[in-house]
Nanobody, 120 residues
Framework: QMQLVESGGGLVQPGGSLRLSCAASGNIFSWNIMGWYRQAPGKQRELVADIGGFGSADYGDFVKGRFTISRDNAKNAVSLRMNSLQPEDTGVYYC??????????????WGQGTQVTVSS
């Protein structure tokens, strides 16, 4: 299993921005999928965004153009830029690595999670 180290979570006011980063402990291949999931209190985990080694990305419907995922293959890392954050974006954000786009997220590796809180 690959270790995933997350950073960038915190407290932000509505309308603010945060950038989450995730770095893998080992080499990541271009066919691997890296992404972010989140879980709000009392709700199921949901996809925020993921991205393949050549830049093809998939976003959750709730993002509505506010978030941008990027990947640095040389650094085995993925980042999530979150703009126009709203209270409903509050939750624990988890980095995920899976073998390819057909592989379930739970078949791969997970980070420990980083808390994002959007509040006045």
């Amino acid at each position: 299993q690959m270790q995933l180290v997350e950073s960038g979570g915190g407290l932000v006011q509505p309308g603010g921005s945060l950038r989450l980063s995730c770095a893998a402990s080992g080499n990541i291949f271009s066919w691997n999928i890296m992404g972010w999931y989140r879980q709000a209190p009392g709700k199921q985990r949901e996809l925020v965004a993921d991205i393949g080694g050549f830049g093809s990305a998939d976003y959750g419907d709730f993002v509505k153009g506010r978030f941008t995922i990027s990947r640095d293959n040389a650094k085995n890392a993925v980042s999530l830029r979150m703009n126009s954050l709203q209270p409903e974006d509050t939750g624990v954000y988890y980095c995920n690595l899976r073998a390819d786009r057909r592989a379930p997220a739970d078949s791969g590796s997970w980070g420990q999670g980083t808390q994002v809180t959007v509040s006045s």
